[in-house]
C-alpha cells in the first residue's frame, strides 16, 4: 500500500510505473554529507517500483518520526537509542550498515595542545583542565551523545563558560567552533565536507571509542512495510555496501564511510 | 565579501541551468506561499472586519489572541500540524504528512492571523458614518462590508502583503511538516537552511537572492494595485 | 395637526422616539409623521437632534426608546428590505473613493440596474445637480458644495419612496440653491416622493416644506403647515428663531364684505376674512410684511389698510436687512427694513413711525384653547 | 480698486495666482489684497475656486503660478514661520482625535502656551462659538453644525494677524449665525485681524465684509466696497448672483438742494447727492428698497421720491419672499415683495404696477470710461 | 493528544521551578525582542510616514522594497548578520557574534520593515487636508507627522504588534548569530527547535506556550491602548 506517487522521470508514452514512496528518516549529518545522493538513485534503479524521500531531521526527533510510524525505516548513528527503539517494538530489526569516525577538531593554534593525541578521553582532560572552549552539539543527537559518553568515561561533568551546548546541526557546530575558535567532536564527513570553509584542524582521530556506526531499522507495521523492508535489505546487501564504499573518494581522496554490513 | 559574489554569481547560475530539481523548488515555494495567502485572506479578512468594524462581547480578547497568533513560532505551528497529521494523530488517515498540501495547511495558520489582525486596524479607520451612507443607499451587511473593505484597501493589501511575507519567510513549519524532501517538499527557505547548515553560505544566499527577487516582483504588482487609487488624488 | 391612529398608511411615522448618549438625552419626539407625497421641513438650531432623528427615520440608528413605522408596519435596523425604500444624503458628503460616477450608480448597483440604465440615470441626476458630464471625475477632489451635489444625486438617482435630505443645499450658493430647490420641489411632487428635510434656512423650509417641525433641544417645540408655523409661532423662542415676533390675541370686534376687524388691545388690526364677532383669535403678521413710514405720512386705505403709529423698541442688522421692533401700545411688530431706508429715515431705537400693513398679510387663527393661548 | 505697487505694506496680498488640476485652470486672479484689519468677503458660486484661491493665500497649496507676498514679502508654502501668523478653518471641519478641548488648545501648544492659559483661552474660544463647557465632549461625535464651530474657535482661539475661514457659518441656523457674525465684525475689529472671509451668503458677506471679491470660473469678476458691489454689480451675471438687476446708465439733468435728477432713458431717477448735470452715471437699486403698489394708488413724494408705473416681467419665489422683475420703460428693476402681497395684488407677469423707491434707495456713481460701462 | 498535556504540564513546572536557567532564556528572549521592537519603531514609523504620507521619486520601488524586507527570511538574514559580525568579516573587530546584542541586531532588521511597511498603509489612510488644517494652525513638518501618526494610532499600533511578533517568532536569525548558547544566548524559540530536534516534542510545546502566554499579555496591554480612543466614540 502506501503513498502513491509518480516517478519524476515520467513522459508519455512509456508505460507509467506506480510507484511508492518510502520515506526514510535520517540525520541531518548523513544527509548533508551527500551520501543519499549515491545510494538513494542506486535504490530506485534496483526497485523501481519504490521512491525514497528522505526526512533529515535530529536523531532524537528520527527516532521520534519512528514512533509515530511516520517514517516507514531509519538510518540513523545512535546505537543504543536504536536499540533501546527495536526493544521496545517500534521497529522491526536493527542491523549494522556502515561506520565512520568522528574526531576531534580544533583551531590551527591547537591552545590545549592535543594535536596528534590518539586517545580521546586524555584530549578531553587536557580540554576541560585548561578550560578552553568546547562546542557541544547539545542535541541528543548521535554525534552528541557520543560526545557525552567520551566525557562519562573521562570522568568529567562538562560545565562552566567554555563548555557551549549549542543544539544546533553539525554544520552550524563546526560553524560555531571555527568562528569562536574552540573545539569540537565532529564525524569525520561532515567535516570533510566542509573543511574549505572551516579554521579548523584535526587534532584527535583513531580512537576506538569514536567509531560511528550508522544502523538501519524498518519500522514496526510501517506505513509501507515492503518498500521499508526492501530499502533495509537492499542498503545491507553486497551491491550497496560497494557503493557506499566508494562514496565520497572522487572529492575528498578517501571515502567518508566504511561499510561493515555482515 | 567573496561569498556575497559567489551568491549572486550561484543564483544566476541556478537559474540558467534551472535544473527540474531547481524548477520544482520554486515551483512547491510559490505553489505553497499562494495558496496559503489566498486561503489567508479568505479566512482572515472576513475575520478582521469582524474585529475592526463591528462590536460584540469578547471582541478585544480576539483581537488580543489574533495578534498574539502572529507571534507563534512556525516550529510550533509546524509541530501541532504535525502531530494532528502524524499516522498517530486524528488525521493521520490522510496520510498527509510530508506532502506539500500539508505544507499549505500549515502555513495556512501562519498567514491567517498575520491578514486578520492587520485588516481589523485597517477597516478600523474607515468612518463609522460612511458605512451608514452605504446602508442608506440600500448596501446588505455583506455589501456594507464589500465596501468598507474596498475603502480600507491601502491596509487590506498590505495586510496581504505582510501575510504573504510571513508565510514566505517562515520555515520552522513547512520544514516539520513538509521534512524539506529533494523534489518533493523542498523549498527555497528549507533549501535556505541546509545549505546554511552545510556551510554552503553562498548557495545559501543564492537561494535567498532568487526568493526575494520573486517576491519583489510580486510586491512590485503589489504596490502598483495598492497606490493605482492615486490617481484618484490625494485625500 | 392631530395624533393619527396607529396603523394609519402613513408613509413614515415614528412614535416616542428618543434617543440617549450616555444619558444625555439629544432627541425626545413623542411622535412624528409624513404624509405620503409630502416633504416635512425639519428646522432647529444646531445641536437640536435634527439629523439624530433624520438617521432613525431613515432606519440607520435604533433609538432609545420608540418605533418607527413604515406604511404602518413597526420598522427596525435590521429590515433592510424598509430601508431599500430610502435614500439619504447626510450633512456631510461621505462619498465612496472611486470617480463621481461610481458613487452616483452606487445604489443603482446595488439594485442591480442594468449598466446601460444605470449610465442614462447617472447622467441625468449628475445634471440635475448641475454636475452633467462630471462623471469621470474624482470624487475625491471636488469642492465641498460640489461633493455636496453628488452625494444629493447619489440618493435622488435612485427616485426613493421615502428621500432623506441633511441640510442639502447649505453648502451652496444662492443662485444654483433655488435652481435645485424649485427643481427639488418639482420632482418631489412628480415622483410623490415622501420626504424628510433637514435644514436651518427657512426660506428653503418654506420653499419645499409642505408641513414643518421646529426641534428644540431634541423636543418638537412647533409642528403644522410652513405657512402657520411661520405666520403664529407658538411662542416666544420659535417666534425669536423664525425671525419674527410671536403673535398677539386679540377678539374680533366686526367683520363684514371680507374685512374683518380685530382688537388686539389698543389697535384695531384689519384682516381678511370672515369671523364671528367675539371670537378669540391669535393674530400673526411676517416681518417683510410690514412697511415702515416716518409718522405724518399719508397712505391711502386702499392700499394698506392697516396703518398705525408706534415706537422703534429694538433693531439689529441682519446683513442685507434690519430687523426693527416696533411697538404700538403694547403689542410688538416686528419689520424687515433696508439698510438705506434705515439710513434715510435715521431710524434707531426711540424713533416714532408709521407702521403699515395690508390685510392680507395677517395671519387669523381662532384660538382654540390650550396649549396655543 | 486701483492695483497697489509692490511691496507696500499690505498684510496680504497676491499676484497674478493660477491653480491648475492636470491642465484645468481652476482659478486665475491677477491680483487680491487684503488691508491691515479688514475683511476681505470671497464670493462666489460652488466650484469656483473659492477654497482654493484660500489654501494658497492660506500657504497651504502651492500656486501652479503667482505669488502671494506677507507684508510686502513674497512668501511660499515653505514659510512656516509666515503661517504660524495665520490661521484657518476649513469648509469642513477636520476635527482631530481627542476631546473638544484637545482640538481647541491644538494651535495654542505648538505656540507652547503654558497649561493654564490655555485653558482658559479656550473656554473663552468655546464660549464665543456658543459651546462654553463642551471642553471635554469627543469631537468626533459632535453634530455638523458643533463640529463647525469647535474648527471655528480652533482658529480663532489663536487670534492670528491673518484669519481664514471658508464658510464658517453655512452649516448654524440664522439666529446664532446672526449672533456670531456680530461677535466677528466685533473680534476681528477689537484684534485688527485681517481676515479672508469665504461664503456663499450675500448677507453674511455684507455684515462682516469690508471688501468684496466676487469670483466665477476662478476669475475675479467684481470686486471693492461691499455695498459698491452688492448696489452696483458691474455685469449681468455678477447682478443676477448677487440677486438682483444690473445697474443702468443715465445723465445727470438737474442736481440741487442734495438731490439729482437722472435721465435713464425713459423714466427720471430722484437720487441723493450732487452732481454736475451732464454726468455719465451708473444707477444701481436693491431690491428691497424697490416697493410695489396697485397702479392708481397716491403716495406722497415727500416719503418716496420716485413713484414710477411699470409692468411686471418675472416673478420667482424665493422662499419667503418673490423676486420680481418690473420694467419701466426698457429700464429694468428688481424688487423683493412678500408672499401676501403677492397674493393680494394679484401679481404675475403682465400686471401693471406703481415702482416706488426713495431717493436715498439710489446708489450712483460717476462713469469712469472703461471696464464698468 | 497526550503530547499536549505533557506540554501544559512541563510549561506549568518550568515555571514553578523557575531554575535560573529558565528565568535567564525567558529574560533574554524579551529582552531582545523589545530592544529590537523600540528600534524598529524608531526606525520603521519615520520610514513609514515618509512613504505613507510624502510623495518623492522611486516612492513605489520603496515601498515594495519594504514589502519584501517583510519577507527576507530570518536565516538570509542572520547569515548576512553573521558574515558581518565573523571575525574574518568587516566587523569582526567588535567581537560581537555569539552575543545578546548581535541577536538584537539581526532582529532589528526583520522588525523595522515590518513596522516601516504597515504604518505606510496606516498613515496614508489619513486625509492630506487634516494635515493642511494641522498646518494651518501652526503645526511644523515635525508636528504635523507627529498628529499623522496619533490619527493614524489604530494601524501604527497593529504594525508594532505585527513587528513584534515577527521578532518573537523568528529564530533563524537569532539562532545564527547568537548560537543558541546554553545559559547565554539561548532564547525560546531557539530552545523550542532544539526540544523538537531531539523529539522532546512535549517540551518544546511547553516553551511555545510559555512564548505565547506572555505575548499574549503583553498584547492585551497593547490592544487596550489601541482601542483606548474607542471611548471616544465611533467615528
Ligand atoms: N454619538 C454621539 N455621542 C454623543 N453625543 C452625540 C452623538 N451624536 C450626536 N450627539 C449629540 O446629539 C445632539 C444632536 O445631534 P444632531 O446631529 O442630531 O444635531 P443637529 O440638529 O443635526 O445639529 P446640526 O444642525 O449642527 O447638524 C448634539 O448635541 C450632538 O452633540
Ligand atoms: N485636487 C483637485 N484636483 C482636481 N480638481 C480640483 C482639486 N481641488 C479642487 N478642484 C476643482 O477646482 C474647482 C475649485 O475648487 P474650490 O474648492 O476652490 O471651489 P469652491 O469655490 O470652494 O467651491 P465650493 O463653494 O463648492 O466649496 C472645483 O471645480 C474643484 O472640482
Ligand atoms: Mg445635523
Ligand atoms: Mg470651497
Known amino acids: 500500500g502506501g503513498q502513491k506517487a509518480e516517478a519524476p522521470d515520467e513522459s508519455p508514452g512509456e508505460p507509467v510505473v506506480e510507484t511508492s514512496e518510502v520515506i526514510l528518516a535520517s540525520t541531518t549529518s548523513t544527509e548533508d554529507s551527500g551520501l543519499f545522493g549515491e545510494i538513494i538513485p542506486a535504490f530506485e534503479e534496483a526497485y523501481p517500483q519504490y521512491k525514497v524521500s528522505v526526512v533529515a531531521v535530529g536523531t532524537g526527533q528520527a527516532l521520534e518520526i519512528g514512533r509515530n510510524k511516520d517514517a516507514d525505516v531509519l538510518l540513523v548513528h545512535a546505537k543504543s537509542d536504536e536499540e533501546e527503539f527495536v526493544a521496545e517494538g517500534y521497529g522491526i530489526e536493527r542491523r549494522d550498515v556502515m561506520y565512520n569516525d568522528f574526531i576531534i577538531v580544533g583551531p590551527e593554534s591547537d591552545p590545549a595542545g592535543i594535536k596528534g593525541e590518539t586517545d580521546a578521553k586524555k584530549a578531553f582532560e587536557a580540554i576541560a583542565n585548561g578550560k578552553h572552549l568546547f562546542v557541544s552539539r547539545g542535541d541528543d543527537s548521535g554525534t552528541h551523545k557520543r560526545e557525552m559518553s567520551v566525557w562519562k568515561a573521562a570522568g568529567i561533568e562538562p560545565a562552566g563558560d567554555w563548555y557551549n551546548s549549542i543544539g544546533q546541526g553539525m554544520g552550524d557546530t563546526l560553524q560555531f567552533a571555527s568562528e569562536s575558535e574552540g573545539y569540537t567532536l565532529t564525524d569525520r564527513g561532515t567535516y570533510l565536507s566542509m573543511k574549505g570553509k572551516l579554521d579548523l584542524v584535526i587534532a584527535v582521530e583513531g580512537d576506538p571509542l569514536l567509531l560511528n556506526q550508522y544502523g538501519v531499522i524498518v519500522v514496526t507495521d510501517a506505513n509501507n512495510l515492503e518498500g521499508g523492508q526492501a530499502f533495509a535489505d537492499w542498503v545491507v546487501s553486497p551491491e550497496a555496501q560497494d557503493v557506499i564504499a566508494k562514496f565520497g573518494v572522487a572529492e575528498f581522496g578517501e571515502p567518508l564511510f566504511v561499510p561493515n554490513a555482515k | 565579501m567573496s561569498v556575497l559574489v559567489e551568491a549572486v554569481v550561484t543564483s544566476v547560475r541556478l537559474v540558467l541551468q534551472g535544473s527540474e530539481e531547481f524548477w520544482n523548488v520554486i515551483a512547491v515555494t510559490f505553489e505553497v506561499a499562494i495558496i496559503s495567502t489566498i486561503v489567508g485572506v479568505l479566512l482572515g479578512t472576513p475575520m478582521g472586519f469582524l474585529m475592526g468594524a463591528t462590536r460584540f462581547r469578547g471582541r478585544r480578547t480576539m483581537i488580543a489572541l489574533t495578534n498574539t497568533g502572529m507571534a507563534i513560532p512556525p516550529v510550533v505551528i509546524g509541530l501541532l500540524v504535525m502531530m494532528m497529521l502524524s499516522r498517530k494523530g486524528p488525521l493521520g488517515f490522510l496520510g498527509m504528512l510530508y506532502t506539500v498540501n500539508a505544507m499549505s495547511v500549515a502555513q495556512t495558520f501562519i498567514s491567517t492571523p498575520m491578514i486578520a489582525g492587520l485588516t481589523a486596524a485597517a477597516v478600523a479607520s474607515i468612518p463609522y458614518k460612511l458605512r451608514l451612507q452605504a446602508r442608506s443607499l440600500g448596501a446588505s451587511p455583506w455589501q456594507e462590508a464589500l465596501l468598507v473593505i474596498k475603502e480600507a484597501r491601502l491596509g487590506v493589501v498590505a495586510a496581504v502583503a505582510a501575510g504573504f511575507g510571513a508565510v514566505v519567510r517562515g520555515v520552522g513549519a513547512v520544514m516539520m511538516v513538509g521534512g524539506n524532501i529533494e523534489g518533493k517538499t523542498r523549498v527555497l527557505t528549507t533549501a535556505i537552511v541546509q545549505e546554511s547548515r552545510k556551510g554552503e553560505f553562498g548557495t545559501s544566499l543564492a537561494y535567498g537572492i532568487i526568493l526575494m527577487t520573486v517576491t519583489f516582483g510580486l510586491n512590485g504588482l503589489i504596490t502598483w494595485y495598492q497606490h493605482s487609487s492615486e490617481r484618484l488624488g490625494r485625500v | ?373
Not at chain 3, 409630502?38 to 432613525?56: E, M
Not at chain 3, 447617472?122 to 458630464?133: I, K, T
Not at chain 3, 420626504?195 to 419645499?208: G, I, K, R, W
Not at chain 3, 394698506?304 to 434690519?322: D, E, I, P
Open chain 3, 1 to 373: 395637526m392631530s395624533r393619527p391612529q396607529s396603523g394609519t398608511g402613513l408613509p413614515l411615522r415614528a412614535e416616542g422616539v428618543r434617543k440617549e448618549y450616555d444619558k444625555r438625552v439629544v432627541l425626545d419626539v413623542d411622535h412624528v409623521e409624513i404624509e405620503s407625497g409630502q416633504t416635512l421641513a425639519l428646522l432647529g438650531p444646531s445641536g437640536s437632534g435634527k439629523s439624530t432623528l433624520l438617521s432613525i427615520l431613515g432606519l440607520l440608528e435604533p433609538p432609545t426608546a420608540g418605533q418607527v413605522y413604515l406604511d404602518g408596519k413597526p420598522v427596525s435596523t435590521k429590515d433592510t428590505a424598509a430601508r431599500a425604500q430610502m435614500a439619504a444624503a447626510f450633512q456631510s458628503p461621505y462619498l465612496f473613493k472611486g470617480t463621481v460616477a461610481d458613487n452616483v450608480a452606487y445604489g443603482l448597483k446595488l439594485r442591480r440596474m442594468p449598466v446601460a440604465g444605470r449610465r442614462e440615470a447617472v447622467a441625468e441626476a449628475l445634471e440635475r445637480v448641475g454636475l452633467g458630464g462630471w462623471e469621470s471625475r474624482s470624487a475625491l477632489t471636488l469642492s465641498g458644495g460640489e461633493a455636496h451635489r453628488v452625494a444629493l444625486a447619489r440618493a435622488l438617482v435612485l427616485r426613493p419612496r421615502v428621500l432623506l435630505l441633511d441640510e442639502p443645499l447649505s453648502s451652496l450658493d444662492p443662485l444654483i440653491k433655488m435652481q435645485m430647490m424649485q427643481d427639488f420641489a418639482r420632482i418631489i411632487r412628480e415622483e410623490t416622493m415622501t420626504t424628510l428635510y433637514v435644514t436651518h434656512d427657512q426660506s428653503e423650509a418654506m420653499a419645499v416644506g409642505d408641513v414643518m417641525v421646529i426641534l428644540r433641544e431634541g423636543k418638537a417645540v412647533a409642528r403644522g403647515h410652513v405657512d402657520d408655523v411661520m405666520g403664529l409661532p407658538p411662542d416666544e423662542w420659535t417666534a425669536c428663531f423664525i425671525g419674527s415676533e410671536p403673535p398677539f390675541r386679540g377678539v374680533v370686534i366686526e367683520s363684514d364684505e371680507g374685512l374683518t376687524g380685530i382688537d388686539v388691545g389698543g389697535p384695531i388690526v384689519w384682516a381678511t376674512g370672515t369671523l364671528a364677532p367675539g371670537t378669540r383669535v391669535l393674530v400673526g403678521i411676517r416681518p417683510e410684511d410690514v412697511l415702515l413710514f416716518e409718522s405724518g405720512v399719508e397712505i391711502p386705505t386702499t392700499t394698506a389698510r392697516n396703518q398705525m403709529a408706534g415706537t422703534v423698541t429694538a433693531m439689529q442688522l441682519l446683513g442685507v436687512m434690519y430687523h426693527v421692533v416696533v411697538d404700538i401700545d403694547g403689542v410688538r411688530l416686528a419689520s424687515r427694513v433696508s439698510r438705506a431706508s434705515v439710513r434715510e429715515m435715521q431710524l434707531e431705537r426711540g424713533s416714532e413711525v408709521q407702521v403699515i400693513f395690508k390685510a392680507t398679510a395677517v395671519r387669523v387663527k381662532p384660538q382654540e384653547d390650550g396649549r396655543d393661548s
